[in-house]
């Protein structure tokens, strides 16, 4: 069990993280300076929390009240940086061998073979880092974190600086080792795609403090509050009341509609509360078509701009007479089927299982 509750002040910013992970991946997911890389640093023994308790599978490495804190060395962690530092003038397999430099040489040498076998790194053994790739260079770094065979992995944004494809590819792999090996593994980003790809579950950061934490579905479809929803690009935020609560469903009123939601007994007529859909949840339907389900929220609305981005649309939506702008994700081919860049007129249903009501 990995078991994180400390507090540290750095300046003006205050570092709060609490989360506890378990045989899992866990993203750190927020926008940048909300003290993912430094919770990371303080498990590896890094950065000294003021107070507070860390916990790994090995024991406890700090605990203010108890005067424990062990060195990053003794805290058998595998620590992948966003630089990766490598060291240039070591070999790929110096590299990876760094951390056994205690083990006998036989050992080495068999746990050496196991980790290029691994990560795909047979006949680069010999060379340089500057003479490898940067996806192979992405693969060293992490052979040389699994080397001594840690039970906790920390990887810090490590693919950052790869193009698409690659990250894809290295998302994948990393997800795999993590099953194969049984790690827990703690993973910063503040890419949402990459956070959703990886995360068994996902820590919400935003300004030194974990909002949210809970399995990445969960996360995402029932965001804790308006601002998760915000850092999770829910994009559609409507402020509005509860004016009927069933155990069908909510019927919200915003200022510009009433729409219906996802039923939630936390909530009484008249109390205040966002109305929030996910722009892929937000269903194109043509006027003239009735829709299947009668209990989404549908809309006549006017097509007003849209971005294109390869395989998908997101496309800004008005309804007639208001200021209301709805954004809705279509991918091209439904798109392209559809003509939906050929007229502005068009209907929408908010689909009542993604409407969901957040506290204001």
Same mark, same amino acid.
């Given at each position: 069990?990995?078991?994180?509750?400390?507090?540290?002040?750095? &300046?003006?910013?205050?570092?709060?993280?609490?989360?506890?992970?378990?045989?899992?991946?866990?993203?750190?997911?927020?926008?940048?300076?909300?003290?993912?890389?430094?919770?990371?640093?303080?498990?590896? &023994?890094?950065?000294?929390?003021?107070?507070?308790?860390?916990?790994?599978?090995?024991?406890?490495?700090?605990?203010?009240?108890?005067?424990?804190?062990?060195?990053?060395?003794?805290?058998?962690?595998?620590?992948?940086?966003?630089?990766?530092?490598?060291?240039?003038?070591?070999?790929?397999?110096?590299?990876?061998?760094?951390?056994?430099?205690?083990?006998?040489?036989?050992?080495?040498?068999?746990?050496?073979?196991?980790?290029?076998?691994?990560?795909?790194?047979?006949?680069?053994?010999?060379?340089?880092?500057?003479?490898?790739?940067?996806?192979?260079?992405?693969?060293?770094?992490?052979?040389?974190?699994?080397?001594?065979?840690?039970?906790?992995?920390?990887?810090?944004?490590?693919?950052?600086?790869?193009?698409?494809?690659?990250?894809?590819?290295?998302?994948?792999?990393?997800?795999?080792?993590?099953?194969?090996?049984?790690?827990?593994?703690?993973?910063?980003?503040?890419?949402?795609?990459?956070?959703?790809?990886?995360?068994?579950?996902?820590?919400?950061?935003?300004?030194?403090?974990?909002?949210?934490?809970?399995?990445?579905?969960?996360?995402?479809?029932?965001?804790?509050?308006?601002?998760?929803?915000?850092?999770?690009?829910?994009?559609?935020?409507?402020?509005?009341?509860?004016?009927?609560?069933?155990?069908?469903?909510?019927?919200?009123?915003?200022?510009?509609?009433?729409?219906?939601?996802?039923?939630?007994?936390?909530?009484?007529?008249?109390?205040?509360?966002?109305?929030?859909?996910?722009?892929?949840?937000?269903?194109?339907?043509?006027?003239?078509?009735?829709?299947?389900?009668?209990?989404?929220?549908?809309?006549?609305?006017?097509?007003?701009?849209?971005?294109?981005?390869?395989?998908?649309?997101?496309?800004?939506?008005?309804?007639?007479?208001?200021?209301?702008?709805?954004?809705?994700?279509?991918?091209?081919?439904?798109?392209?089927?559809? &003509?939906?860049?050929?007229?502005?007129?068009?209907?929408?249903?908010?689909?009542?299982?993604?409407?969901?009501?957040?506290?204001?």
């Amino acid at each position: 069990m990995l078991a994180v509750d400390f507090e540290k002040r750095l &300046g003006p910013f205050e570092l709060r993280p609490r989360f506890a992970a378990a045989e899992e991946l866990v993203v750190l997911f927020g926008p940048s300076g909300a003290g993912k890389s430094l919770t990371l640093r303080a498990i590896a &023994g890094l950065l000294k929390p003021d107070r507070g308790r860390i916990e790994l599978p090995s024991g406890v490495v700090f605990d203010s009240d108890a005067r424990i804190d062990l060195p990053p060395q003794a805290r058998d962690v595998g620590y992948v940086v966003q630089e990766l530092a490598l060291f240039p003038h070591l070999t790929v397999a110096e590299n990876l061998g760094f951390a056994l430099g205690a083990w006998p040489r036989e050992q080495v040498r068999a746990r050496l073979g196991e980790l290029v076998e691994m990560l795909g790194l047979q006949g680069l053994e010999k060379r340089l880092p500057g003479a490898i790739s940067g996806g192979q260079q992405q693969r060293v770094a992490l052979g040389r974190a699994l080397a001594a065979k840690p039970p906790v992995l920390l990887l810090d944004e490590p693919f950052s600086a790869l193009d698409a494809p690659l990250r894809s590819t290295l998302r994948r792999e990393v997800a795999s080792l993590r099953r194969q090996l049984g790690l827990t593994a703690v993973f910063v980003t503040h890419d949402l795609q990459e956070a959703f790809a990886l995360a068994d579950r996902i820590a919400v950061y935003d300004e030194g403090r974990v909002l949210q934490l809970g399995d990445r579905r969960e996360v995402f479809s029932s965001p804790a509050s308006v601002r998760v929803a915000e850092l999770l690009d829910t994009r559609n935020i409507l402020p509005g009341r509860v004016l009927e609560s069933s155990e069908a469903f909510l019927v919200i009123e915003t200022e510009h509609f009433l729409a219906r939601a996802r039923a939630d007994a936390r909530y009484k007529p008249g109390d205040a509360v966002a109305l929030c859909i996910r722009p892929e949840h937000v269903i194109i339907l043509r006027r003239d078509r009735p829709h299947a389900n009668s209990l989404d929220t549908t809309l006549d609305v006017e097509l007003v701009d849209e971005v294109a981005s390869g395989n998908s649309h997101r496309i800004y939506l008005k309804a007639p007479g208001t200021d209301c702008l709805l954004e809705a994700d279509i991918s091209a081919h439904p798109y392209d089927v559809m &003509g939906i860049g050929k007229q502005r007129e068009w209907r929408v249903a908010l689909t009542l299982e993604y409407a969901i009501a957040v506290p204001l």
